[in-house]
C-alpha cells in the first residue's frame, strides 16, 4: 500500500488551511477532510476548458481562469488556444505556485512558462472588476474554479464572487460573445437562477471527474450576456 504523506501546507488569506498530500506519483491538495483536488480526478476540470473553447466566437481568444490550482484547466486552454490567443490566470495562494514549479512539476510541465500566459497573484476578482471597468481590455471568457463551486468552502470571501452584485460585475467583464464558466462539485438550481438575474442565458452541464465516466458528477455553468 502506498503511504499518504503530507508534503506542505499553505494559507488560504482570510481562510483555511490547504495540505499538499502525495500518494505514489499522484497529489492531492485538501482541507481537513475533504479533497478539493487531485492528479487522479482531472477531466472535469479539463472539460471546463474544453466545452468553454468549443462555445467561443473569437478568433485570437482572452481567457480568464481563476484559479490555477494544480493546472488542469490552464493546460487543457493552452492545448486548444491558437498561438495568438492571450490567458490570465489569477492566483490568490503563492504557495499552489511554489507547488506547481516545485513536488508536482512533472505535473506541470512547461505551462507556467507558455508565452501566452500571464499570472496574476490576485483575487479573481480584481481582473474582472478592472476588466468591468474598462481598466484592462474585456475577456472573451471569464472562467471560475474557485473555492467548491458557489457553495465555497476555503475562504468566506469567496461567497461574494458569486453574488448577484460580481455576476453582474462579470456579466460587464465580458466582450461580445463572450462566456462565463462556473465549475462545481455539486448541482445548484438556485445558483442557476441567480445567473438568469443577473441577465445571463444559462446552459448547465454535468461532467464526470473522470473521463472514463467514472467518479463524481461535477457541474459546469456556461452563461452568456
Known amino acids: ?112 512558462s507558455d508565452p501566452r500566459l500571464t499570472l496574476d497573484m490576485t483575487d479573481v476578482a480584481d481582473p474582472i472588476a478592472e476588466a468591468a471597468d474598462g481598466m484592462r481590455p474585456q475577456f472573451d471568457a471569464i472562467l471560475l474554479d474557485v473555492d467548491n463551486g458557489p457553495d465555497g468552502l476555503v475562504r468566506p470571501e469567496n461567497d461574494k464572487l458569486y453574488s448577484p452584485r460580481s455576476l453582474r460585475q462579470a456579466r460587464e467583464a465580458l466582450a461580445l460573445n463572450g462566456v462565463l464558466a462556473i465549475w462545481s462539485a455539486a448541482q445548484d438550481p438556485r445558483f442557476t437562477r441567480r445567473l438568469e438575474k443577473a441577465g445571463f442565458a444559462v446552459e448547465v452541464r454535468e461532467v464526470r471527474a473522470r473521463p472514463n465516466n467514472k467518479g463524481p458528477r461535477h457541474t459546469v455553468w456556461f452563461a452568456r450576456a
Not at 6 to 14: E, K, N
Open 1 to 112: 500500500m502506498l503511504e499518504r504523506k503530507l508534503i506542505d501546507t499553505a494559507q488560504v488569506p482570510g481562510g483555511a488551511e490547504l495540505q499538499l498530500i502525495s500518494h505514489g506519483r499522484d497529489h492531492m491538495i485538501t482541507l481537513e477532510r475533504n479533497e478539493l483536488m487531485s492528479t487522479r480526478m482531472q477531466f472535469s476540470e479539463e472539460q471546463l476548458a474544453e466545452l468553454t473553447i468549443d462555445r467561443l466566437t473569437a478568433e485570437r481568444p482572452h481567457m480568464l481562469i481563476g484559479g490555477y490550482g494544480m493546472g488542469f484547466t490552464l493546460r487543457a486552454a493552452l492545448a486548444r488556444l491558437p498561438g495568438d490567443a492571450k490567458v490570465v490566470v489569477a492566483e490568490l495562494v503563492p504557495k499552489i505556485i511554489e507547488w506547481a514549479k516545485g513536488p508536482m512539476a512533472h505535473h506541470t510541465g512547461d505551462c507556467l
